[in-house]
């Protein structure tokens, strides 16, 4: 799909989108108690679409209907042979603790760039454990059944390595605890997952800063809820505040656990001036930041390493678009640095099959105009963007 961005001014208000993360966290949460839950505010993006089909093949019967999911749990699993994760690395990484709570083998599968992004955390703990762990052509097959224990974990991967550990921890014989060595990123997506478990009578607590103590023998129990407003989603139409635009954004928490909220802190500090800031606890926010340093006097972001295994390598997919608009960005292991000034590209950019980088571009261009090739990808997340903004005055025309 192809989008022509006009040079627009944003205003109007709208809904934040409902958070892709919690409605994950929510829907696997209800899905592992025994009975009936309403789950309100519920966005079908792809990912959400991912995590729904997977817990349809292990038993779990649901019914969505005008952004309520009804969920049916069954109190377990009933394991299939096979799992399609298609391109949702939350599904692979919540999912593979969830399918050792049964000695059933389980092939979870999906696209090239999903079996690419890194999974040894649970390959070692895997072996440590004696769980069957092997990676092949069709994906990864995994057998044995969890079991409580101490489990070592380094502080600086994915947080949802260790959220699929608290999925399935609760539901063993014993307790456990979850030991996280050097610095702790993403902490607020950890938080998100207690906070997720504790809507469904699940309770897991810090026993200090690296120490997630997990009380066995516990059961999900049924529960209605709302999935809050998505503050990583919302930065982009707040990004259009700083290029002149009035955006009213309702339905975000004030008191939010999620980390992506200090975006309205780092959009401050890039209005006024080339800010350094640390993303290792918002690694989402990446994108949006590096388009809204190019458009003023740059960004340098630490922190950055995790964007490499994101849908793209993000630091260079962003690179190497900005660079279309004339802004010079250095990408380091660790760091990225962004020189602000932008110009109207030449060429069309491209979305490198990553929903943030095709929502953090279209941004950009309504300064300049331009458009986007590979634009789907926005479904993966926000299925609706496009007409979002256009809705808020942004000239935007789409080409199937």
């Known amino acids: 799909m192809r989008v022509v961005i006009g040079k627009s001014t944003a205003k109007g208000s709208l809904q ?8 994950h966290r929510l829907i696997i949460s209800a899905s592992l108690a025994k009975g009936t839950s309403l789950i309100k505010g519920v966005e079908l993006s792809e990912d959400v679409k991912t ?26 699993i009933d394991p299939v042979d096979i799992l399609n994760c298609r391109e949702c690395g939350s599904t692979l990484r919540f999912f593979i603790p969830i399918c050792l709570l049964s000695d059933r083998e389980v092939i979870l599968t999906g696209s090239d760039r999903l079996m690419e992004r890194p999974l040894g955390v649970y390959e070692e703990l895997c072996r440590e454990k004696g769980y069957c762990y092997t990676k092949t052509e069709r994906g990864i097959t995994v057998r044995g059944r969890i079991q409580s224990g101490v489990y070592t974990v380094a502080g ?13 921890l609760p539901l063993t014989d014993g307790d456990s605890v979850i030991r996280l060595t050097g610095k702790v990123e993403s902490r ?10 504790e809507t469904f009578g699940v309770k897991v607590c810090w026993q200090d800063e690296s120490t997630l103590f997990v009380k066995g023998g516990q059961a999900y129990k049924p529960a209605d809820t709302t999935v809050e407003g998505d503050y990583s989603n919302a930065a ?10 009035h955006v009213e954004l309702r339905g975000l928490k004030p ?22 800031l640390d993303i290792s606890d918002c690694p989402d926010l990446g994108p949006i930041l590096m388009a809204v340093g190019a458009a003023f006097d740059g960004v340098t972001l630490t922190g950055s390493a995790r964007l490499k295994i994101k849908e793209s390598d993000r630091g260079a997919a962003m690179a190497a678009e900005l660079s279309k608009l004339g802004a010079e960005v250095s990408v ?6 962004v020189k602000g000034g932008i110009s109207s590209p030449k060429e069309p950019l491209f979305g490198h099959n990553d ?3 095709v929502m953090s571009l279209a941004v950009l261009l309504t300064l300049c105009g331009g458009e986007i090739e590979g634009a789907e990808a926005v479904s993966k997340s926000m299925p609706r963007f496009f007409e979002m903004i256009k809705e808020l005055g942004v000239e935007c025309d789409i080409h199937e």
């Open 332 to 337: 380091k292991e660790n760091e990225i640095i």
């Open 236 to 245: 982009f139409f707040s990004a259009l505040d700083l290029f002149g635009g």
């Open 51 to 76: 995590t729904l089909s997977c817990l349809k093949a292990l038993g779990v019967e649901y019914v969505y209907d005008d952004g309520t999911v009804t969920v049916k749990g069954v109190g377990g």
């Open 16 to 23: 934040a989108p409902p958070s892709k993360s919690m409605a």
């Open 255 to 276: 008191d939010s656990l999620q980390g992506d909220k200090v975006y309205v802190e780092y959009f401050h500090g890039i209005k006024e001036g080339n800010p350094t």
């Open 355 to 357: 929903h943030r980088v």
């Open 188 to 197: 607020s997506y950890i938080d998100m997952t207690i906070s997720a478990l």
């Open 156 to 168: 600086n991967v994915s947080s949802q390595f260790i959220s699929g550990l608290l999925f399935a």
